[in-house]
């Protein structure tokens, strides 16, 4: 009987102790990067890559490639392969594509001395794994745009315009060229297998990227000669596609070409300056993986440093505004509800959402119409300029600013307020106008306004946990005051916002704002009617920032079932500077504390075994 006893308990030990380790659920958003050096690629700069992009795990790949290796990975760069694929390393690289959410670049070489045959690796990959994308069989020189060498050329990132598939990521920071040494061109093959020209002829699903510029000139170094460009483009000067992409929309899967590779060859395009020409590899390498990352993972990857929800239904100004009345200026086409800030290994992404963007009625080159959105940042540096004013809002920014964001439709080259583009302004007046170093887009799906900073040109990047904002919603207009749709006294008009106080527009001091972050819709209304008519002076905004929510309260007592309590505290704080200025910051914090409890799925799981085995020893002491 002992033994019999002894082994049901064993046997229910067995059962119940894998039910007490299993861990609750996790949604890991982790993004594997898989590097391949089991085909002869170098691993030049490599380091260097995977020590400064963060946002995605690293894995290096030193043996043969099967479905176990690649099990876990979501992205495959094989840069410049000198050694064929076997057979059931394609097989396996392709049943791992056909999962979906899956990317994999390949990059070869020029046709000199034995690149010919690592083009030949490459092309054999691409065709094996169903790719349109071909290598050019040779090379690509450019006599003027190099790094003091024909062969040394240089690249110029001008990706097409696909935002559902986040290519404005593509441009983030990238202000310089990018070196492609010694290398050759991407083309593109039908089913028939006839090669078709980037510059001209595309097919459904090519996205292209990276091109030469047009001093550039095609050569012929070694045999096979080339699929498209020979003999008729030899010596030909024009543009030339360096990186090209192919979207498969029923996997989400991206497959990419380059005609240099990233890293290893002789000199990787993440060369950040070479015989005295600065680059922007680093900047081109970082924004490709977040580019592959994001279109994989359906989602821009980054971590998010701030964020506020505003309340809906307050986009009324001071409380009394009313919208203009022509058709186009839709129901929550100004009314903000929530703002955040990402961050992705020095990109910052600047996240406005309004409740309706209303599509984009007159075309803005950015993806919006109607909306003026300016968002103010005071970081924690002491020694720089503060601002107070703001460009035509008609408000001041009460403890002031350090840099501000200036986001519009997009039209016209200049700056606003002189021009329509968006732009950074710095306290001193200085100015960044959208290019590499800010890029603007519109998400109408999600009704969101967004804005790419790289922070190579922001100051405090370091300290972005403790910036304080203000951002303001207001109406664009491109023959407006500083291009911001005018409110006017009385009932709106087809053009201009109505319902402001008379004797403020009468006093120049009604602001032109028609929603801003606030806690509540009271605090907006208080802080918009702060303006006074007799001596004239404008409303002043108070800015927000992330508060650290307090220590959990210690509990004391036994608690034997789930509670979830949450905690809503509103703090004002008072600071009085030495210049006797005081600033009231008022804020809230939610907290959700969870306190430890029983899992009564887990205790009704147990007490059912527990029962089992009382009815076995009952079974066993009966039988002895």
Sequence with gaps: MGKSILLVLLLAIGLIAPLAVIPASANNDTIVVGVDLAHGESDEYLDYIMGNITFVEWVVINDTITEDVLSGIDILLVGQPTVHFSADEI???????????????????SDYGSGKDYQIVANTLLESIGSKLRI???????????????????????????????????????????????????????????????????????????????????????????????????GVQRRYLFVGAEYWSDTNTVVVASGETPYGGYEGGYAWEYYGVALDGPKYVRNMILWLASVVSQRIVSTTVFEMTDPEGDDNGPGTYVYPTYSDFVEGAFDLLKFEVDSADGVLVFKTQVKNLSGNPWDGPNGFSLQFIQIYVLTTRTDLPVNHTTIGANVEIEEGWHFALMLTPGWDTDPVPVGQKSAIYFANGSCIVQDGALVVTADQESNLILAFVDTSVLPDAENIANWKYAVLVLGYDGFGPSKVRDVFAGDPTEWNFGGADATAVLAGVAPRVIDLLAPTADDQYEMLSSYTTEPAALAKVSLVSAVAPPPAPTVTETVTETVTETVTETTTETVTETTTETTTETSTTTVTEEVPVTDWTMTIVVAIVLLIIGFLVGWFAKRT
């Design 91 to 109: 097989l396996a690289v392709v049943n791992w594509l056909s999962e979906g959410n899956k990317a994999i670049w390949i990059a070869a070489d």
């Design 136 to 234: 050019e069989l040779g090379s690509i020189e450019d006599g003027v745009n190099n790094a003091q060498a024909p062969y040394r050329v240089l690249g110029q990132m001008d990706p097409d315009n696909v935002p559902e598939l986040y290519t404005f990521l593509l441009k983030v920071g990238i202000e310089k060229p990018i070196l492609f040494h010694g290398p050759s061109c991407v083309i593109w093959v039908d089913d028939t297998g006839t090669p078709h020209d980037p510059l001209n002829e595309t097919f459904e699903g090519l996205i292209r990227i990276v091109w030469t510029f047009d001093t550039a000139y095609y050569k012929e170094n070694t045999e096979p000669w080339g699929m498209l460009y020979y003999p008729d483009y030899v």
